[in-house]
C-alpha cells in the first residue's frame, strides 16, 4: 500500500469523524427543542432518549456481522448519510411516530458508523505502525464543538429546527460521500490484507473473558462523560450557585479540553506508551471528580470539569486501539463488540448519578464516577500488549512514516 493512499485514507476518516461530531452535537444539545416541536411529555423523553443508544447498540451487533462480507468502509460510506439524513427527519416531522422513526433510524444508523468509523480507525493504525487513533477522536471533538455551536445558534435567533440543521446537513454530506471514496483499511497485521479479517482462515477467535476489562473500561469512560454532559450544568448551578449564563461554560470547557488532550495524546502514547497513558488519564479524571466533589465556588468547579475533559479524553480511543491489538486477526468483532459498552455506558451513567444525586446528594453522587474511573487502573495493564508500544524504538521494523 503506498504512503499517499495510506495518507488519502487516514484525512478521509478524519473528515467522517468530524462530520460524526458535528452530527451527533446537533442532536443532542437539541433535544429540548424536539421535545417542544413533537410535545413529548417529560415522562416519555426518557423512552426516546434511552431508546437511541439501545439501538445503537443493535447497529453495532449488526455491523460485526456485515463486515464479515463487505468492507468496513461500505457500511461507512452508507450509514454517515442514513444517520445526517435521520437527523433532517427528526427536525422535519410533525408527529409523534415521525419523530420516533426518525430517532429509531438515528440510532440504528450511528450504531453502524461508530463501529465501522473504529474498525478503519485501528486498521489504519495498524499500517501506520503508529499511534494515530487519538487524532481521529481529536476530530470528532471539533466537530463536536463546532455542531454545538451551530446548535446554540439556532436557539439563539429561534430557527426551526429543520432550518437549523439543513446548513450542516447540505454541506458536509455531499463532502463526506465524496471523501468516502479515498477510504483505507490498513489489514490485519497478521494476514496483512484488506477489510473483513474475520473471514480468513487462522482469526483468533473473540475471547470475551479477554476482551471483558476493556468493555468495562470503556463503560466506566462512557459513566464519566455522560455525568459531564448530563449534569456539569445543574452542578455548577443548583450545587455551586453559578449563574445561568456561567452554568452552560463547563461542556463547552469539558469540550475543549477533550480537543486538546486528543490532539496532543498520540504524541503522549508514543512516548509512553499506552498503558501509561490510560493510567495518567485515569488519575487525572478521578482526581477532576474529586476536585468537582470538593468545590465550593464556581471557579473551582470549572477547574475539576477541565480536569476530567484532559484525563478522560485519552481514554475510549485507546481502548479500541488496544481491542485491536488484542485481537489483531479479528479486530472488527473485538471493536464491534466493545462499541457497544459504548451506550452501555452512557444508558447508566446519567440515570445513576440522577438517582444517587436525589436519593443523597450530588457531592456524593460525584464519587461514584470517580472511584469507576479510578478501577479503571486495575486495567490498565490490558492496553501493554507489545505492539502498542508506537514510537520511541517500539515502532515494528520496516513500517514507512506516512505523516
Known sequence: MTDARLRHGRASLTLSFFVQGVTFALLVTRIPAIQDRYGISDGLLPVFLAAVPILAGVGSVVTEKV???????????????????????????????????????????????????????????????????????????????????????????????LVSYLPAVVVLLPAAFVGSRWYTEGGSAEKGTGAGQERGKGAVPVSFKLLLPLCLVMSFAYIGDSTVSNWSAKYLQDVLGSSE???????????VTTLLGRAVGDFGVRRFGAVAVVRGGSVLAAAGFGVVAAARGTWTGMLGFTMLGLGLCVIVP????????????????AIARLNVFNYVGFLVGSPLVGALGDAWSYRGAMLVPMVLVLAMLVHAKSFGAEPARYGGGHERPRTADVG
Not at 474498525?119 to 487513533?133: D, E, F, K, P
Not at 449564563?245 to 469540550?255: D, I, R
Not at 485507546?318 to 468483532?333: I, L
Open 67 to 161: 463486515v464479515a462480507r463487505v468492507r468496513p468502509g461500505v457500511v461507512l460510506r452508507w450509514a454517515q448519510p442514513v444517520v445526517m439524513l435521520a437527523l433532517l427527519g427528526a427536525g422535519a416531522g410533525d408527529a409523534l411516530w415521525q419523530a420516533a422513526l426518525a430517532l429509531g433510524v438515528f440510532g440504528i444508523a450511528v450504531g453502524a458508523l461508530d463501529a465501522s468509523m473504529n474498525m478503519m480507525g485501528v486498521s489504519l493504525q495498524r499500517a501506520y505502525g503508529r499511534s494515530i487513533m487519538l487524532g481521529f477522536h481529536a476530530a470528532y471533538s471539533l466537530g463536536g464543538i463546532a455542531g454545538a455551536s451551530m446548535a446554540w445558534a439556532g436557539a439563539h435567533w429561534d430557527l426551526l429546527l
Open 245 to 255: 449564563q456561567m452554568s452552560t461554560v463547563p461542556y463547552n470547557v469539558y469540550m
Open 318 to 333: 485507546q481502548t479500541f486501539a488496544a481491542a485491536g491489538r488484542m485481537f489483531p486477526g479479528a479486530s472488527d468483532t
